[in-house]
């Protein structure tokens, strides 16, 4: 069973920074993708950042120059180092993974359940 597991979301002041972590438990044949969305109040749930095999990697605009994504294939872990954070980056942060689990061998998309970051000014 394909679990994915965040950690190191939490309340920190304008200009501060967080360390957003994902693990993900299970066998696979192959995780092609990590990445992290965000969902704020009202809005709908965004891309943040993605990295894929050959860890090439996309942004959203909003976070290019601010946030990191990377990732330890050994570890099947996912990082988001965000740094200088406003209170516009609050929202609930969910890692995805997209991955062919070695039990059901077909690309599959997974969710973690989600870890608050508060931004104050």
């Known amino acids: 069973q394909v679990q994915l597991v965040e950690s190191g979301g939490g309340s920190v002041q304008a200009g501060g920074s967080l360390r957003l972590s994902c693990a993900a438990s299970g066998s696979f044949v192959s995780i092609s993708s990590m990445g992290w969305y965000r969902q704020a109040p009202g809005k709908e749930r965004e891309l943040v950042a993605r990295?894929?095999?050959?860890?090439?990697?996309n942004y959203a605009d909003s976070v290019k120059g601010r946030f990191t994504i990377s990732r330890d294939n050994a570890k099947n872990t996912g990082y988001l180092q965000m740094s200088s954070l406003k209170p516009e980056d609050t929202a609930v942060y969910y890692c995805?993974?997209?991955?062919?689990?070695?039990?059901?061998?077909?690309?599959?998309?997974?969710w973690g359940q989600g870890t608050q970051v508060t931004v104050s000014s």
């Open positions: 995805h993974i997209r991955a062919v689990p070695l039990s059901i061998r077909y690309a599959t998309d997974f």
């Open positions: 990295i894929f095999n050959a860890d090439s990697t």
